[in-house]
């Protein structure tokens, strides 16, 4: 495995300038000089810093990363009360949309997402957005329709078409009925949105407010259900969440650090399928690739592996899948599910695996001296 040192955003390679800020303004923004041509494959992780920036980096064949540029959003990264490792305390904060065409990134300190148009690692800041509430922490795409979760005060959804590369409000903001503050406390904000694979549902996870998942239905023309229907989480602090192979919500809930898999019925009620222990401390984040799915827990610094049986069941496989260091949260797979990516927010590392067929992980290499903490990662 290799250990590599990448310089933070203020030190090393070119620093992107965007200049300027205005709701649902383009920016020019200049772009950093191509030495070499890189892969068209990237990586992308959010710093959540004052002057909130994306960090970019090519990868290679290997699994390995390369340092390209530093990107500011515009807007303003911010930390959930009492967090250590991880400021936005949520999945989905920094988001690849259209096919990867796009990369939306959440601003907690300016209730703002910034929207780049992406080529390879190469990003060029198009324009800036209100997140339609207060302390924005996840995003989700499903074809052109985008949402965003905000986390502050009662927490709401706001959808938004995105048309030519850019957002467009739709008028279906919808609230959670939550009682947190802004910023909300770590455990307690809303962690996660997300569309069903068939685009049919848009589902939140309450963490501690409620223990509860809530789902809206999604109708043909993009607008919401007035409100949720909510199904209680089978394990308190329902944190993350991705889909199997057949459309099942496969679910981190932190209270016990348990995988829980549940069936999304036709009115978006959720019924169990099974759930597991991985025997560790705080798995909050999940992330799927080639059949497995892998839980980080920040309590641990590691990374625990899970299976399937054929009716949904989650399994444990290794509850020490990967080590990796104190405070591990976000993750992302490469698109082709050959590499895990693993965010040590208070560490200010970055854990590169290849994946196995078995769903065994292999380190390949750790980058060093990202800030701490952060959090937000996605990968193409």
Known sequence: MKSHRIAQSLGAGALILATGF??????????????????????FVE??????????????????????????????????????????????????????????????????????????????????????????????????????????????????RLEGGRLVGLDDTRTLGLSNTTPPFFLAGAGQIGYSPDGQFLIVTTKSSTSSYEVFT??????????????????????????????????????????STYVIGDTGALTLVGTVKDTQAALCWISSAQGFFFGSNAGGGDVSSFGETAGGVPTLLNAKAAITHPGTTDSAASPDGAFLYAESGGSGALD?????????????????????????????
């Open 352 to 380: 590169a695996f290849a994946v196995n067929a078995n769903g065994t992980l292999t380190p390949v290499e750790t980058l060093w001296n990202l800030p701490t903490p952060y959090e937000g990662i996605a990968v193409s």
């Open 22 to 43: 205005l709701a649902s303004t383009s920016f020019a923004g200049a772009t950093s000089a191509k030495d070499q041509a890189p892969s068209s494959h990237a990586l």
């Open 47 to 160: 710093t959540d810093q004052a002057s909130n920036t994306v960090l970019s980096y090519t990868r290679g064949t290997d699994g390995s990363v390369s340092y390209v540029a530093t990107y500011p959003t515009g807007g303003a990264g911010a930390a959930a009360a009492s967090s250590a490792a991880d400021p936005l305390a949520s999945q989905g904060g920094l988001a690849l949309v259209d096919h990867g065409k796009e990369l939306i990134a959440t601003n907690p300190g300016s209730n703002s997402v910034s929207v780049f148009a992406v080529d390879g690692p190469y990003l060029h800041l198009v324009q800036q957005v209100p997140s339609g509430g207060s302390f924005p922490v996840s995003i989700t795409s499903h074809n052109d329709l985008v949402a965003v979760l905000n986390a502050g005060g009662a927490g709401s959804v706001g959808e938004y």
């Open 218 to 259: 999604v109708n043909p023309s993009g607008e919401l259900s007035s409100s949720a229907t909510v199904s209680a989480a089978a394990n308190a602090v329902p944190f993350a969440f991705t889909f199997d192979a057949n459309g099942r919500l496969v679910a981190a809930e932190a209270s016990n650090s348990s995988v």
